[in-house]
T-cell receptor, first 114, second 114 residues
Framework: ELKVEQNPLFLSMQEGKNYTIYCNYS?????LYWYRQDPGKSLESLFV?????AVKQEGRLMASLDTKARLSTLHITAAVHDLSATYFC??????????????FGQGTILTVHP | NAGVTQTPKFQVLKTGQSMTLQCAQD?????MSWYRQDPGMGLRLIHY???????DQGEVPNGYNVSRSTTEDFPLRLLSAAPSQTSVYFC?????????????FGQGTRLTVV
């Protein structure tokens, strides 16, 4: 059974600071997603990571994947208030085949303060 | 292009009532799935489908039924609503096959069972 654990679950940051959210998972998987969710809204796709060593960047967010360590990170650079949201990692394809059945981490609630 | 459309957005049910949450996608995706989101628990998979006529259970299937008669539609039925089914429900769809395909989510249905 695939387990996905995120930490921290709560993150309070000052604007301008850097921080990293970690996503650990228990078995091999076909692909890893990072999503953002604003309060009362749906999930917005940020990144899809497929292979070991994959790194993707969009604005102040950068995601990486280490399949050997079963670890993905979401790094936030010079945080701004607009990044305040809940961030989820999710994996598809436990055992190596994707079927559109995602296993989610618990989510990290990020609050960026002035 | 509407993407994934869920109806209704909000619903209040009495214990024991039944209802169907609708989900439709217009992207010709093979994979569709239903999740529930509860505070502090991320999203959990209820049922999923890899194509018309094919469905399977996810992590928390009890009390829910699904069917997939067409590629576009994947309704979720609550047979006899219970307060424990109070949650936010999301439908998602994604493409079959290899590659960095993202999973698209509907806007969610907020269900309260009293």
């Amino acid at each position: 059974e695939l387990k996905v654990e995120q930490n921290p679950l709560f993150l309070s940051m000052q604007e301008g600071k850097n921080y990293t959210i970690y996503c650990n998972y228990s078995t091999t998987s076909d692909r890893l997603y990072w999503y953002r969710q604003d309060p009362g809204k749906s999930l917005e796709s940020l990144f899809v990571l497929l292979s070991n060593g994959a790194v993707k960047q969009e604005g102040r967010l950068m995601a990486s994947l280490d399949t050997k360590a079963r670890l993905s990170t979401l790094h936030i650079t010079a945080a701004v208030h607009d990044l305040s949201a809940t961030y989820f990692c999710a994996l598809d394809g436990a055992g190596g085949t994707s079927y559109g059945k995602l296993t989610f981490g618990q989510g990290t609630i990020l609050t960026v303060h002035p | 292009n509407a993407g994934v459309t869920q109806t209704p957005k909000f619903q209040v049910l009495k214990t024991g009532q039944s209802m169907t949450l609708q989900c439709a996608q217009d992207m010709n995706h093979e994979y569709m799935s239903w999740y529930r989101q509860d505070p502090g628990m991320g999203l959990r998979l209820i049922h999923y489908s890899v194509g018309a006529g094919i469905t399977d259970q996810g992590e928390v299937p009890n009390g829910y039924n699904v069917s997939r008669s067409t590629t576009e539609d994947f309704p979720l039925r609550l047979l006899s609503a219970a307060p424990s089914q109070t949650s936010v429900y999301f439908c998602a769809s994604s493409e079959q096959g290899a590659g960095a395909t993202e999973a698209f989510f509907g806007q969610g249905t907020r269900l309260t069972v009293v």
